[in-house]
């Protein structure tokens, strides 16, 4: 093996703490057994993701990068030169760089960015990720927008105490708030972040509080969760290990945040008296807490909130229910929607009621749905849902 394959072995091993992609596997690369690579069906496809620098001076207290002694890394003409080898023969697809920070952080920031230019320079027109570090330059933000398609700063926890627990050198708000602000600002809509649930010992309401505030100001593509594992030889070896069902319920509830218009006070009732998720679907747990939604008359935003129906679903039935009102579950099939899922959650109304109704609605106010208010299975609904 090469001095290089040697180093890509080492560096895309220590890479693989940093999502970029939900439930992303990793796998080994059949064609170059020493690359590992983040291959998802209809995902980002075969992406290389490493590290440029295999040690850390900082102390954060979940990871294993800061325990290598070994001082691995490639400088950027030396990556760029292994990285367009495999890509030109078709090995890799995509690119997700990050890097510990064995030394000043804008030097270690300014390779990640001058990696970046290199291979654009020499051609590469592939995606390519790049990790902001804590404590960037406004500057170096700004580079790495420009070349990047996407980048991300990890928030790692929820606040700065929770920080200040588990990592003594990064402050919350001067090294990765601000910094986060700014990567907002340079690449708006394609940025991302990463939590590490359960590491700080955070509960899921300080998580939701955390994302409340992150789609109101900063508004990430995505926020990645992984579950906290404890390592070898960390001060948090002996923490305990976050159950891998803790961090998917996060991503479900994460969609319902995002693409589901779902308040974050809303998702409050999901939660139990300490705070935390229970190991149940939240959208589940919302809708019983809503009670049955008339199929006939919700808004899209009130049918966004039944388990089985999605963004297209919703969009179906509104279609479907203008020629001929639902009356019962073989009608959601025929629409694509999964009746098993959806129909416990769903009334249908008397069906002359409902076309009654909403000929009537249509008639007073094209588009409003007066019947909304009135039909005594329907969830209420305010002008704001619709
Ligand atoms: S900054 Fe913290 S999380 Fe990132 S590589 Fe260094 S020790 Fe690990």
Redesign the pocket.
């Known amino acids: 093996m090469s001095v290089a394959e040697q180093k890509l072995t080492y560096l895309t091993a220590a890479g693989r703490?940093d999502l970029c992609c939900p439930g992303e596997c990793i796998r080994p690369l059949s064609a170059a057994h020493y690359v590992t690579y983040n291959r998802r069906a209809g995902g980002c496809g075969r992406m290389l993701k490493m590290?440029l620098n295999g040690t850390?001076?900082?102390?954060?207290g979940?990871?294993?990068?800061?325990l290598q002694r070994e001082q691995v890394s490639f400088s950027p003409g030396e990556f760029a030169d292994t990285f367009l080898r495999l890509w030109r023969d078709g090995l890799v697809e995509g690119l997700f760089l990050?890097?510990?920070?064995p030394r000043d952080v804008d030097l270690v920031m300014h390779d990640l960015v001058e990696t970046g230019e290199i291979l654009r320079r020499r051609g590469y027109d592939g995606y390519l990720h790049l990790k902001v570090?804590?404590g960037a330059t406004r500057a170096d933000i700004h580079d790495a927008a420009r070349v990047a398609d996407r980048i991300s700063i990890?928030l790692?926890t929820t606040s700065p105490d929770r920080l200040g627990g588990i990592?003594g050198?990064?402050d919350y708000r001067q090294d990765i708030l601000k910094r986060q602000a700014w990567v907002a600002e340079e690449k708006p809509g394609r940025h991302t972040t990463q939590l590490v649930i359960g590491a700080a010992d955070e509960t899921d309401a300080e998580v939701l509080a955390c994302l409340a505030d992150q789609y109101r100001r900063v508004r990430p593509s995505r926020v990645y969760f992984s579950a906290f594992r404890a390592m070898q030889g960390t001060p948090l070896a002996s923490h305990p290990d976050t159950p891998a069902w803790r961090a998917r319920r996060w991503y479900q509830a994460d969609y319902l945040l995002r693409d589901y218009g779902v308040a974050a006070d809303d998702l409050r009732v999901v939660l139990d008296e300490d705070g935390l998720f229970p190991n149940r679907d939240p959208k589940e747990v919302l809708a019983a807490s809503q009670g049955p939604v008339n199929v006939n008359l919700a808004s899209r935003r009130a049918l966004l909130r039944v388990p089985g129906i999605g963004p297209k679903g919703a969009d179906r039935i509104l279609s479907c229910r203008k020629e001929r009102p639902f009356s019962g579950p073989p009608d959601l099939v025929r629409a694509g929607i999964r009746g098993h899922a959806a129909g416990r959650h769903l009334t249908f109304g008397e069906r002359g009621t409902v076309q009654t109704q909403l000929l009537l609605s249509s008639a007073d106010s094209p588009g409003r749905g007066e019947g909304y208010r009135t039909f005594p299975n329907s969830v209420p609904t305010s002008a704001a849902d619709r």
């Open positions: 703490f590290l850390c001076a900082y102390d954060c979940y990871c294993p990068v800061r990050s890097s510990g920070i570090l804590p990890n790692e990592a050198v990064k």
